[in-house]
């Protein structure tokens, strides 16, 4: 499933689309794809794992999902779940996604505050919901897209390596420099993999996801399928501690 920084890199791929008139629609999506024809796109938005495509009173919310995929004035050898053709002979095609659409302004339906990729992000307010829920682990807490939209298992796995914290481990029973530090690795890790993932050398940062063995102490990682999520992790059980 295509993390935060990935949905930004897509929406500056496609930022020229903004002020572009729809002039026809295609695809097996279930949403009224006619009221798409003559709209003029008005900006092109994301919040954690949803790219939006704003129009004057409403909103197309794409989730890419687990396999989903898209394509730039190009198209793949399989219908598209909703692909937007404009008079310039430009596309913007999306694959194997849920489309949806949001009635109203964004801003209406969307905490911003809660997005690690947003300026209006708001670290304060992310330590305040995980203070909440003392009984949560930390697996969990950093997939709750509540508070970290748009963090995903790599950005999960990676964070909680570099702060040295077990992924079973509770909210309630984190020291506050540790909780703190929860925070602010979920938004500063997912910039690095942005400017990663744009140089193409996202998976040779990778220390802990996907990996077989811990760089800091030579021995193998656990793998398991943690927490109410149940994602796939990869943790050291000797530098990674247990509170």
Known sequence: MPEGP????????????????????????????????????????????????EFPGFAVRIHLLMFGSYAIDERK??????????????????????????????GDAYDWSSDVMSDEWNSGAARKKLRSQPETLVCDALLDQNIFAGVGN?????????????????????????????????????????AWKKAYVLREHWLAHNKRMCTRCNIPYSKAYLGKTNRRTFFCERCQKKY
Request: aromatic share 8%; net charge positive; glycine share 6%.
């Open 6 to 53: 990935s949905l930004v890199i897509l929406k500056e791929l496609a930022a020229d689309f903004a002020g572009k008139t729809i002039v026809r629609v295609e695809g097996n999506s279930k949403i009224d794809t006619e009221r798409l024809v003559g709209k003029k796109i008005k900006s092109l938005l994301t919040w954690g794992k949803h790219f939006l495509i």
């Open 77 to 106: 050898n399989i219908a598209p779940r909703l692909g937007l053709q404009f008079a310039d002979k430009r596309e913007l095609n999306f694959y194997a996604c849920s489309v949806k659409l949001i009635e109203g302004e964004l």
């Open 154 to 194: 790599i950005i999960k796995n990676e964070v909680l390596f570099r702060i040295r914290v077990h992924p079973l481990s509770t909210l309630g029973n984190l020291p506050a420099a540790k909780l703190r530090a929860l925070v602010e690795q979920a938004r500063e890790y997912s910039f690095e993999f942005l």
